[in-house]
């Protein structure tokens, strides 16, 4: 089975770093995937992490250690628009994915 | 990349009746899953939808509730049968592509209010 933990709600302000961590245990590590989610809407995939290490995409970026059962989601230069859900995903062996809590950030100007 | 169209987007429905989400894809695609999002919730996974064969739920979902078709591998159906208002959520259509496994796609969901 799965167990992932990522934090509620996190505040920022505009132009600033915000630094969305998740943990994770897992039976079984196909990937660990990272989705944005705004209120109503299906979620967007933002990255994906198989081997330890950063992958950078834009203002985005997402680090994995497999060994730790850890990942963060950082998000650069934050604009209002990137105000919504981020969803830290686990995909199994068997190509499903389970899904953390969602963690709600909030940009401020 | 694999592009999802699912429909409907939205409806409005009646206790006591059933609803049928569609789901298609523009490739073939080994795998289609379906998702629920119950309201300020996370996606919970409902069953695994596989081609030519009954679908694989997981638990506490079942085929009497939630019958799922794929007669190929670019569709698929899942229907909500008598529906109460707990079963108020939006459902998700997901696919794992040949060759492109770094990405788990997703549809648009349809957003079901049961009243």
């Known amino acids: 089975g799965q167990n992932i933990d990522q934090p509620t709600e996190m505040t920022a302000t505009e132009g600033a770093i915000v630094q969305i961590n998740c943990t994770y245990q897992t039976s079984g590590f196909n990937g660990l995937f990272w989705y944005q989610q705004h209120a109503g809407e299906a979620p967007t995939f933002l990255s994906y992490n198989v081997l330890d290490g950063l992958e950078e995409k834009g203002r985005f970026s997402s680090f994995l250690s497999r060994s730790k059962g850890y990942s963060y989601l950082l998000l650069k230069e934050l604009q209002m628009k990137d105000s919504a859900s981020y969803l830290c995903?686990?995909?199994?062996?068997?190509?499903?994915?389970?899904f953390g809590a969602g963690t709600t950030v909030t940009v401020r100007a | 990349s694999a592009v999802i169209s699912q429909k409907p987007s939205r409806d409005i429905c009646q206790r006591g009746t059933s609803l049928t989400i569609q789901c298609q894809v523009d490739?073939?695609?080994?795998?289609m899953f379906w998702y629920r999002q119950q309201p300020g919730q996370s996606l919970t996974l409902i069953a695994t939808?596989?081609?030519?064969?009954?679908?694989?739920?997981e638990s506490g979902f079942v085929i009497d509730k939630f019958p799922i078709s794929r007669p190929n591998l670019t569709f698929s159906t899942l229907t909500v049968s008598n529906m109460s208002p707990e079963d108020s959520s939006i459902y998700l259509c997901s696919v794992e592509a040949p060759g492109m496994n770094t990405e788990a796609f997703f549809g648009q969901g349809t957003r079901l209010t049961v009243v």
């Open positions: 995903a686990i995909r199994s062996n068997d190509y499903k994915l389970s």
């Open positions: 490739s073939q695609v080994t795998m």
């Open positions: 939808a596989n081609q030519g064969s009954e679908a694989t739920y």
